[in-house]
C-alpha cells in the first residue's frame, strides 16, 4: 500500500510541475491551460494523418 502511495505523490508532483511549462505554452497560442489541455485530449492530432501536400486529414 506505502508504495502505491508513493507513486501516486511522485505523479501527481511530476504533474503539478507540468502546470506551469502548459500555462507559459497556453499563453503563446492565447488558451488558458485548462483550454489547451482539454483540445489535447478532445482533438488528439497525433491519431491521425495530415497529407502534407493538402493538409487534408488521412483517415
Known amino acids: 500500500m ?3 502511495n ?3 505523490a511522485v ?3 511530476q504533474a503539478a ?4 511549462d502548459m500555462d507559459e ?3 503563446h497560442v492565447g488558451l488558458t491551460s485548462l483550454e489547451m489541455f ?6 488528439m492530432p497525433w491519431d ?5 501536400a493538402s493538409g487534408e486529414v488521412i483517415h
Not at 510541475?17 to 506551469?20: N, T
Not at 491521425?48 to 502534407?52: L, N
Open 48 to 52: 491521425t494523418k495530415a497529407d502534407p
Open 25 to 27: 505554452l497556453a499563453t
Open 38 to 43: 482539454g483540445l489535447a485530449v478532445v482533438g
Open 17 to 20: 510541475e507540468l502546470v506551469g
Open 2 to 4: 506505502v508504495v502505491r
Open 11 to 13: 505523479a501527481a508532483l
Open 6 to 8: 508513493v507513486a501516486q
